[in-house]
C-alpha cells in the first residue's frame, strides 16, 4: 500500500480518531497522554501535511495499527522476598504499596515514543516489583534505609512525563510514587518570594496556588512559578528541578535549576537540606550538585522555588514572519543580546515547521498567504517567530518594542499577536495528538540541544540531514529558549516506521548526530536511559568520574535510580 | 593616653601620612595595598569620625606604631628536598622559580587585617616553600602530577587579594603564581558574546581588552565583563570564580560564578575543560561542582566568561535619603522584586555609615545637612541609597524612573546622582586608608554574609551588637548586592586594638554571630581558612561529606590548598 508513488487524497476524509478513554487498567491507559478524557486530533491542514510528507493516502487511515486497549495482565513475578515486602508495607501501611502489575507498569513508565511503541504491544519490561507511596520525609527515609540495608534498587516517580527512559527500572525495585501524598505546600515566604513545596506537587497545583496566593496563601499580591514546560499540565515540580527542565517562558524566568534557591533530599548517606542564600561564597554549592541528579544520588522531598509577581495585564504579545532562517536567527541573537531584558516567550520555527503551522492553522493559500509571498515571505524558506513579553508595565512595553524594531530591521513582518496567541491557547495539549496519529502508525518523536549562537546553522543542517536521511520524514525544527550565549534547538520528527527496533536505530542515529554536531546532549529532556550511552563521551571521563564520585558517596551501593545518568 | 573620657582635637591637626613607597623587598611592600607609589589618606572629615568614635585625640596620630618598613630576611628554611626543587625548575626553568623568603611571604599572604598586623610585626607565619610561576598549562599539568607523586602541596595564587588567609601554606610546598606568564587571551567569540582567557589575567587587562574590543579584538562593538569587585585593580579572573566573587554592578550582571560559562582545570585526577553551552540538562554540571573551589580541587587555568554590549553613555546615576533604615530596605525590596530589570549598582548604608558618609564628603553641618533635618532626615536615623541603571537606552531609563518612584512611594528624597558619582569615582581606592590608619594603630576590618529579607534587620542588630560590644568601635554597614529573596550585608568595623590575638578573638565572635543569626558565612569573600572552621556548623556533616568526596577523588592526596574550605 505504502509503495505507491501519489496516494489518495481525498479532502473530506477524516480518519476515525479515538474518542473514548481507554480501558481502565489496560495498556492504553498507561501510555496514554495527559487525561483520559481529554482528546485532540490533527487537524485537515496538518493531516495533509502529514499525508504529503509520509507519502501517505487516506487508506494509510482507515485501519488502526496495535492500540493497546487491552488489560494488562496480572502476571509479573515480584523479586522481593515476602519479608522485604512487609518491611516496606509496615512503613508506609497497607493501603500504599501496590504489587499489582498494572500499578508497576504504570509508575516505570514515561511518554518517550518508544515506551508508547512497547505498550501498544503489551510488552512489559523493566518494571519496578513495587510500587509505594510514601506520605512524607521520614517514610523516604525508612524505605531508603531499608533499601540500602537489603541493596534493593529505588526510583522515583514525579509527574510520569518523562521521555528519556527516566522511569525504567532495569533491576526492579521500588518506585516511589511522589504525587499521592507528597504533594503539599511547606511554606509560603512573601518577603523573600519564595514557595517551599514537597516534590510531588503538580504543576497545575502549585500554579494555581501561586496565583490565588492572596486567597490561597493569606499574601498581599499574586503570584506566578515561571515555569511553563510542555508538560506542566502532567509533571511535578520535583521532577523539574532533577531533571533540570525549562519552561516555555524561561527566557525572562530561567530555567528549572535557576528557579531552586534550596532542596532537601533523602539519601543512603543521610538527608540534609541546602542552605536557601540568594546568595553565598561558602564553596560549590551542593544545591548545584543535587540540580539535574535525577534520582542517582537521593530521592528529593522538598524544595524552596523562587517566585515572581504575576502580572498578566501587562502581557503582550506579538509574531513576525521573516523571508529565510538566517534573518530570523539574526533577530532573535540580536533580541537575546540586547540589554533591556528579555522576552519571556520567544520561539524561531525553521522553514519546515513554519509551513507546517501555517497549515496547521489553515493559513496556507489564503489571502494571508498570498499577501506573505507578495512580500518576499516564499515557502520553503519563510520563518515565523513569535513571543511575548511580561513583567512591569513599561519594561515589558519596552521589550515589545525593541522587539518589533529589530526585527523588522532584520527584514520581519509584523503578524501581529494572533498566531501567538493560537499557540498559546494550544501550548499544553499538541501531545495528545501523538496517541491519535500513533494508532495509524504515523509515529512523532522529539529530540533536543542546547547549541551556541555561532554552532547553530551548522548543527540544525547536520541534523536534519540525519532525521531525513530516512525517506519520507517530516522535521520540523524551532528554538525556543534563549540565553546571551546560544539557545536550544528542538527537533520534531514524524516518520511511519515498521517496528520498534528500526525506531530505536533511527533514534540512536539522531542523538549521535547532535553529539557528533556538537550540540550539548539535552537542553530540558534529561539524561535519563536514553541519552546516558553518550554521556561518557559527552563530557569525558574526568568529568564523568566526578559525577561517579559524588554518586559513590552518596549511594555506596548503587541503588539509587541504577543506569540513570550513565552513572 | 587612651583612657582620658574627651581627648583633644584640633580641626587644623593632620597626621603625618607616609606618603613615600615602602621599601623594596621590605614587608611593607608586601603587605600595602595596591600600588606602591599610591596613598588615600583619610579625610579631615573621616579622621575626626574616627577619633570621635574610638575616643581618640590628636596625640593618637602623633606617633606611629610599627609600620613593617624592614628588609625581610631572607632565612625561612626551604622544606623541600634539592631533588624536588630542580625538578620544579626543569619544568618552568631557572628564572621562574624562587625560594626567596621575601618571594615565598610575598605570595603566602593576603589582605586580612591579621595579615597586615603580622607583617608589620615581622613574623612569618605558614609560607611555602618555593614559588612557581608557570608558563602554560603543559607546565601546570607537570607540577601537579609530581606535586601529587611527592605529596607536595599546590597553592594558587590569582591577583593575591584574600582576606579569609585563602594564600597560607600550613604545611609549605609550592604556590603557582599564575599573573605572572598565565595571564593571555585564549579566544574571543562575538556571536557568542564570551571571552576565554587564562585564568591569571587581572581585572583592569580584562576589562580594557573588552571596552577596546574593535581595536584589540577585531570585534564590531565594546564590551564589558561586568565585574568591578573592589580589589578589581588587583585581583584575577580565575580568583573572582574560584571564589565566587561579586562585583559592585553584581545585582544586574550577576555573580562572578554566574558569569562564568565554562572552565579548564588541572587536578592530580587529570585535566578538563568543562561544556561550554548556555544551559543544558546533561546531569549536575561539573562548572558548578568547581564554582568557589578556592584551589582545593585544581588549578583553574583558563575559563570562559560571559560578556555585555557596554553601553556607558545609557547609565544613569542616582542617590536617595531616607529617613530610615526601615524604609530604605523596603524600598531597596520592592526595587529588587519590581520585575522591572534591576540596577546595575545599588548600596544602601546604615545610619552609622550613612552619618560617616555625610562627615567624609564633608555634608554634615552645611546646608544641604540642615535641609536634610528639616526634611525629616535626622542624624542617627538616616539611611543612604544610591546606585546606577545601565543596559539599553530605554531600559536603563525605566529602571531610573521605576527606581525613583518607589524611592518616593517610601519617603526617600531624591538626591542628584552626586553622592554616587563621588562613591563611583573613589570605589577602587578606599582600600589605600587602611595602611595609613593602619599606621597610627587604628584597625579596619570586614566581615559580610548574605541574608534573606526576612532576616535582614534580625541580623543587622544582631551583629552589630557584637561588633559593637568592644567599646569604641565604628560599625558601619552597607547591603550592596541584590536579589529578589534578598541581599548581602556587609559590616565594616573600625577599632584601636593592641595585638593580633585581641582582633582575632574579636573576629571570631562576629564571624560567629552572622553564622548563629541566619547569615551565610560569606557573600563574596569566600571561605579561605578564616571561616573554614564554621563551615561544618553551617552546611552540615552531610554536604561537607559531599565535598570532601569530590576532593577526596580529584586530590587523593590532599595536596591542593590544604585547609582551604574547611576540607
Not at 515506551?115 to 523516604?140: G, S
Not at 516517580?157 to 527516566?166: L, R
Not at 559527552?538 to 568520574?545: A, C, T
Request: aromatic content about 8%; glycine content about 10%; hydrophobic content about 35%.
Amino acid at each position: 500500500m505504502t509503495s505507491s508513488k501519489k496516494k489518495r487524497q481525498n479532502n473530506d476524509f477524516t480518519p476515525q480518531w479515538i474518542q473514548t478513554p481507554p480501558l481502565e487498567n489496560s495498556f492504553r491507559s498507561v501510555f496514554k497522554w495527559g487525561d483520559r478524557e481529554k482528546f485532540k486530533n490533527p487537524s485537515k491542514g496538518f493531516l495533509h501535511v502529514i499525508k504529503q510528507e509520509l507519502n501517505l493516502g487516506d487508506d494509510d487511515f482507515t485501519t488502526m495499527g496495535t492500540i493497546g486497549n487491552r488489560i494488562v495482565p496480572d502476571n509479573m513475578p515480584v523479586n522481593l522476598s515476602e519479608s522485604d515486602l512487609e518491611a516496606l508495607e509496615k512503613i508506609v501501611g497497607r493501603k500504599n504499596i501496590s504489587t499489582l502489575t498494572y500499578d508497576r507498569l504504570t509508575y516505570s513508565k514515561g511518554k518517550a515514543m518508544e515506551d508508547l511503541l512497547r505498550l501498544r504491544k503489551q510488552t512489559i519490561k523493566e518494571i519496578c516489583d513495587v510500587v509505594v507511596h510514601p506520605r512524607h520525609k521520614a517514610d523516604v527515609q525508612k524505605i531508603v534505609s531499608l533499601c540500602h540495608d537489603k541493596s534493593i534498587s529505588i526510583h522515583v516517580h514525579g509527574g510520569g512525563s518523562s521521555v528519556t527512559f527516566g522511569l525504567d527500572c532495569p533491576r526492579g525495585g521500588v518506585t516511589l510514587v511522589l504525587s499521592t501524598h507528597m504533594n503539599k505546600l511547606v511554606a509560603f515566604n512573601e518577603a523573600n518570594q519564595t514557595i517551599t513545596v514537597e516534590a510531588g506537587m503538580m504543576g497545575p497545583v502549585y500554579e494555581d496556588l501561586l496565583n490565588n496566593a492572596p486567597k490561597k496563601l493569606g499574601a498581599e499580591k499574586s503570584y506566578t512559578g515561571g515555569h511553563f514546560p510542555q508538560s506542566f499540565e502532567f509533571s511535578s515540580v520535583g521532577g523539574w528541578v532533577v531533571t533540570l527542565g525549562s519552561g516555555q517562558a524561561s527566557s525572562l524566568y530561567g530555567d528549572a535549576g535557576d528557579l531552586v534557591i534550596s532542596q532537601e533530599y533523602v539519601t543512603p548517606k543521610g538527608s540534609f537540606k541546602t542552605k536557601d542564600y540568594p546568595a553565598a561564597a561558602t564553596g560549590p554549592k551542593v544545591n548545584d550538585i543535587m540540580k539535574g541528579s535525577e534520582g542517582c544520588f537521593g530521592v528529593l522531598v522538598s524544595l524552596t522555588m523562587k517566585v515572581f509577581e504575576s502580572l498578566p495585564e501587562n502581557a503582550r504579545q506579538f509574531s513576525f514572519m521573516f523571508p529565510d532562517f538566517e534573518s530570523a536567527v539574526i533577530a532573535v541573537k540580536q533580541i537575546s543580546q540586547g540589554r533591556f531584558g528579555m522576552p519571556s516567550i520567544l520561539r524561531i520555527s525553521d522553514p519546515e515547521e513554519t509551513d507546517i503551522a501555517m497549515q496547521m492553522y489553515g493559513l496556507e493559500g489564503g489571502i494571508g498567504d498570498k499577501f506573505l509571498g507578495f512580500r518576499g515571505m516564499k515557502k520553503g524558506k519563510r520563518c515565523l517567530v513569535m513571543g511575548q513579553s511580561d513583567g512591569e508595565k513599561s519594561f515589558s512595553a519596552n521589550v515589545f518594542v525593541q522587539v518589533k524594531k529589530i526585527c523588522k530591521q532584520n527584514r520581519g513582518l509584523y503578524l501581529t499577536g494572533y498566531p501567538m496567541a493560537k499557540w498559546y491557547k494550544g501550548r499544553f495539549s499538541d501531545p495528545y495528538m501523538r496517541d491519535a496519529l500513533n494508532d495509524y502508525g504515523v509515529l512523532i518523536d522529539t529530540l533536543e540541544c542546547s547549541v551556541t549562537w555561532e554552532n547553530l546553522h551548522s548543527l540544525h543542517q547536520k541534523v536534519r540531514k540525519v532525521v531525513k536521511a530516512n525517506p519520507h520524514t517530516i522535521c520540523m525544527t524551532h528554538s525556543s529558549h534563549f540565553y546571551a550565549q546560544g539557545t536550544n534547538l528542538y527537533f520534531i520528527f514524524i516518520v511511519k516506521m515498521p517496528d520498534v527496533e528500526a525506531f530505536r536505530t533511527y533514534q540512536q542515529s539522531i542523538i549521535d548526530s547532535i553529539e557528533v554536531a556538537g550540540g550539548s546532549l539535552s537542553h530540558h529532556h534529561g539524561v535519563g536511559r536514553m541519552m546516558a550511552p553518550w554521556m561518557e563521551r559527552h563530557l569525558g571521563r574526568e568529568q564523568m568520574d566526578i559525577l561517579r564520585a559524588v554518586k559513590a558517596h552518596l549511594d555506596p551501593r548503587g541503588i539509587m535510580n541504577p543506569g540513570g545518568l550513565g552513572l
